[in-house]
Each structure stands twice: as structure tokens, then as C-alpha cells.
């Protein structure tokens, strides 16, 4: 679905979506959807004169990544609401230059109008944690033998070693 902002400029579009996993690129072979996304929302004009565009709405779907520790698959289910902004991409960018706390917090489309399955994968991508673990108490791969230490226990010691103090040792 695209929103144009000539159609934006004459009333609001409501929006509900279901989408199969492969129909949004999500730009990371660790993450699949796993389940089909459901969205529903509203896309519409808050600003005339700049062309800022509100996306609102719900979404929700099951998402599945390589936990970052042992690298086993994990499920991330996102059901929440959502509320982005997004403003035409204007002469000068790219250019270096100082932005208000608003425009941090702003997405940027080229052209006509957005792709509402861009909107869409720019939400779950900021609704997935930073780091993906299967569970808080995970102990990850051992890095002697390589084994997932969360199946079996291995006998490999590994000592922590700071190498910042490895110089004053060699002063004995």
C-alpha cells in the first residue's frame, strides 16, 4: 500500500494489512516472520506546508531471530501500537548540519509519498531489543570448545585475563 500526499492532502486513509512472511524485506538474515503481521491503523497529513505525514495504528506478529548468546532461534511476538512520523527529504540532505530533538525522532521518504510496508518493518525494527537472547539466563557458546553451554556442560576453564597489566608482570 502507498500513501501519496496528493490523496493525504483530501482526507486521512485507514489502513488494515495482512502479510505473509517474505512479502517485507527485513534486511537481516538472523530475523524471519515467522507468523503473519497484522496491521491496521491510519495514515495522514499533519502539517500542509511540510508534508509531515502521521502513521498510527496497531501491529502485531511473531518474529524469530538466532539468539546473539548460543545462536539458537528465539521467538519475539510484538503486539503493540504505533505512532511515526515522517517528513519529504528536502534540498540539502545528506549535508552536514545540527537537528532538533523533533527531526531525531522523524523517518524520511524520497518522492510522492511512503510505502506503508516501509513504515511497517522500521516499527518492528525498533520494537526488537538490541540485543536478542532466548532468555535472560543464557549462557551462550563456550569459547574453547564451542558447545551450547545451555544443553551441555563442558570441563573448559577460562580464566579472564585483563592484558592491560600484562607489561607491569613482565617488571618482576
Excluded at 525522532?105 to 522500521?122: I, P, S, W
Excluded at 532466548?134 to 585483563?162: F, H, L, Y
Aim: proline content about 5%.
Amino acid at each position: 500500500m502507498f500513501f501519496h500526499i496528493r490523496d493525504l492532502e483530501l482526507k486521512a486513509r485507514p489502513f488494515e494489512v495482512t502479510l505473509e512472511p517474505g512479502v517485507i524485506e527485513f534486511f537481516d538474515p538472523k530475523l524471519r516472520q515467522k507468523g503473519t503481521l497484522k496491521a491496521s491503523g491510519v495514515a495522514e497529513l499533519v502539517s500542509d506546508v511540510l508534508s509531515e505525514v502521521r502513521v498510527k495504528g496497531h501491529v502485531s506478529v511473531l518474529m524469530d531471530a538466532d539468539c546473539d548468546r548460543c545462536l539458537e532461534p528465539a521467538e519475539f511476538p510484538i503486539d503493540a501500537d504505533f505512532q511515526l512520523y515522517y517528513r519529504p527529504v528536502t534540498d540539502g540532505y545528506g549535508e552536514e548540519r545540527e537537528i532538533d530533538e523533533g527531526e531525531a525522532e522523524m523517518g524520511f521518504f524520497e518522492g510522492d509519498g511512503l510505502k506503508l510496508n516501509d513504515v511497517l518493518r522500521e516499527f518492528v525494527l525498533l520494537t526488537l531489543p538490541m540485543q536478542r537472547v532466548c532468555s535472560e539466563d543464557c549462557k551462550g557458546i563456550c569459547p574453547e570448545c564451542g558447545q551450547n553451554r545451555n544443553k551441555n556442560k563442558c570441563a573448559c576453564q577460562t580464566a579472564s585475563v585483563d592484558d592491560r597489566w600484562a607489561a607491569l608482570k613482565k617488571l618482576n
